[in-house]
Structures are given as structure tokens and as C-alpha cells.
């Protein structure tokens, strides 16, 4: 018992490490993406320029909010289902890790965030279908809600279950980036959207029509 405490103790240590450094790659993206030239946006009724000090009180907060919630969930875990929540739910997180990364590296120059309010593309923005962009079209949702997941099953707190709501918003997100790009992109973009479903893989991926 005290062997598989310390093993769940260091585990989730190096697991929250990892999660703090995908959110940093994050962060340099956006601080990036603020210097550079935007092209078209889906709320035409303000012309604010966001700034980095947003960013930064805005994940001070969200961080802040996470810590205050960090309490334990009311339910006695034996200890069976505490080996099966670390055997699970450890790749599940690190897998949303990956694929939070991943996604991000793939956008490169052409990544920026968006709200449920407000999608931002580039003047230069390109549609990006590579990458794990080629098995879904939002794989760094999809990470995050893997994150949420194995987080419950790993930490058993309530700020993974939070994590989980947060794909709730995550999906309205996705709707109005999906939106701007449709308005971009056009036949380009509905070709992507018919081959690459939105959040889940296809085991059998539907060949794109050729022009």
C-alpha cells in the first residue's frame, strides 16, 4: 500500500510537470500569434487588439481557480481501483498531452486561441490538415478532454472534472472556429471536413475527392 502511494505520488507529480510545460509551448504561441498580422475575424463588432497582459491575468486566473479546486472527490477509492485509475488514466493524460503538443508544433506560425465569441485567422492563414490534423479536426480539444479524463482516474480531484466541463465550451469553440475557416477556405475546407471527422478517428479514413 505504501509502495503504490509513493509510485501514485511521483506519477502524478511528473504527470502535472509535463501538463505545466505543454501549457507553457502554449503560452509562447499566443504571445507569438499577438505579433502577427491578423486577416479576417467572426466578431466584426470590435477591433480590440488583445494584448499579452490579457493572457497572463486571464491563465493566472484559470490557474488560481484550478489550484482553489484541487480538493479531493467525495468517494472512497479502494485500493484496486486506485492501481486501475493510475494503469488508465496515466495515458490517457499523457496522450492528451501529446496530442495538445502535437497539434500545436503542427499549427506552428498559424496558431492562435479563440473563445466561443471570437475566431481569429491570420492574413496569411493556411489550412493546416497534417499532422494529427489528418485524424481529427480538433485533436487539441480532443486532448484536452483525454487530460480531463485521465486526470479523474489519476488525481481523483475536482479540478480534472472541471476539466472535463471545459469541453463543453470547447465544442462551441470549435463551432465558430469552424465557421471562420468555412468563410476562408471555402471547397478547400469542405473537402477536409467531409475526410477528417470532428473528434473522434475513423478506423477506415474516407479517401478526399480529387479535382
Request: charged share 20%; aromatic share 12%.
Amino acid at each position: 500500500m505504501e509502495t503504490f502511494s509513493q509510485v501514485e505520488l511521483w506519477v502524478g507529480r511528473l504527470a502535472a510537470v509535463v501538463i505545466l510545460c505543454a501549457f507553457g509551448i502554449i503560452l509562447v504561441g499566443i504571445f507569438d500569434g499577438i505579433k502577427r498580422l491578423r486577416g479576417e475575424e467572426t466578431d466584426q463588432r470590435s477591433d480590440l487588439r488583445i494584448k499579452p497582459l490579457f493572457y497572463i491575468l486571464s491563465s493566472a486566473v484559470f490557474a488560481a481557480f484550478c489550484w482553489w479546486i484541487w480538493k479531493p472527490l467525495p468517494i472512497n477509492f479502494s485500493l484496486n481501483s486506485r492501481i486501475i485509475g493510475l494503469a488508465i488514466g496515466t495515458p490517457l493524460l499523457l496522450c492528451g498531452i501529446a496530442l495538445i503538443i502535437w497539434g500545436r508544433l503542427t499549427l506552428g506560425r498559424h496558431y492562435f486561441v479563440s473563445t466561443s465569441q471570437r475566431a481569429v485567422l491570420f492574413a496569411d492563414q493556411v489550412l493546416i490538415s497534417t499532422g494529427p490534423f489528418a485524424i481529427v479536426r480538433h485533436p487539441m480539444y480532443l486532448g484536452i478532454l483525454l487530460i480531463g479524463l485521465g486526470g479523474t482516474l489519476l488525481y481523483r480531484t475536482w479540478t480534472m472534472v472541471f476539466i472535463i466541463v471545459m469541453y463543453l465550451g470547447l465544442r462551441l469553440r470549435a463551432r465558430r472556429e469552424e465557421k471562420a475557416l468555412a468563410a476562408a477556405f471555402g471547397e478547400q475546407w469542405q473537402q477536409y471536413k467531409l475526410s477528417v471527422p470532428p473528434w473522434l478517428p475513423r478506423l477506415q479514413r474516407r479517401p478526399r475527392e480529387k479535382h
